[in-house]
Every structure is written in C-alpha cells, then in structure tokens.
C-alpha cells in the first residue's frame, strides 16, 4: 500500500505559478503510476497529469499542456506538478493518485488517493 500527502496549494495571481508536492510512503513507491486529478466546485474530478513509475513517460490535460509539468523523484518518493501562467479556471482541489496498473485518465482507474491541496487563482 501507499499513502499520499499533498502540498503546495495557495492563492496565487492568474499568470503565476505553483508547484505541488505530492510526498508517498512505502518502499515500491517506483512502482507506481502517479497522477495528479482536479475537481472544481460542482464539476467532476478531472484528469491532469500523470507520471510512469520509471519516469520515462508522461501524459498531460490538453488544457494544461505547455503549462504544467510532472515530475517525479523516486529517491525522496515525492511527485511534483509545477504549474505555471496559471488560469482562473485552474482552480480547484488537486489531488495526487496512485495505481500499479500503469495506465488510467479516469478517477476510478486508482486505488490510492491523497487528501487534496486548494489551488486558488485569483484575477
């Protein structure tokens, strides 16, 4: 099993940027696929970006595509999604996931879910 424990949220200026820390327990923590998802108020949780447990692939929203990139370090289990010009439409919670499948876009393709971090884009 694995446990996620987000970070990083904030208020933040559209045109700015953030990045979130995504912190994993567990020794096979390479192993995992890692993904971040988000979800507005009144709005399904949406895929954002994912990330291969090797790190060799990764898969992005075609809305944050140019903006937001994932990364990962195996050695300190931690997962990152640095985001940047920043959109008032990007806010909502964000959420890092995790599943040994390898594959997933949709929120039911993971079994492993941290607790969220507030991402406010203010104008």
């Known amino acids: 099993q694995v446990q996620l424990v987000e970070s990083g949220g904030g208020l933040v200026q559209a045109g700015g940027s953030l990045r979130l820390s995504c912190a994993a327990s567990?020794?096979?923590?390479?192993?995992?696929?890692v993904a971040w998802f988000c979800q507005a108020p009144g709005k399904e949780r949406e895929f954002v970006a994912s990330?291969?447990?090797?790190?060799?692939?990764?898969y992005y929203a075609d809305s944050v595509k140019g903006r937001f990139t994932i990364s990962r370090d195996n050695a300190k289990n931690t997962v990152y999604l640095q985001m940047n010009s920043l959109k008032l439409e990007d806010t909502a919670v964000y959420y890092c996931?995790?599943?040994?499948?390898?594959?997933?876009?949709?929120?039911?393709?993971?079994?492993?879910w941290g607790q969220g971090t507030q991402v406010t884009v203010s104008s």
């Open positions: 996931a995790a599943n040994r499948r390898g594959t997933g876009f949709k929120d039911y393709e993971y079994n492993y």
């Open positions: 567990g020794r096979t923590f390479s192993r995992y696929l």
């Open positions: 990330i291969l447990g090797s790190a060799d692939s990764t």
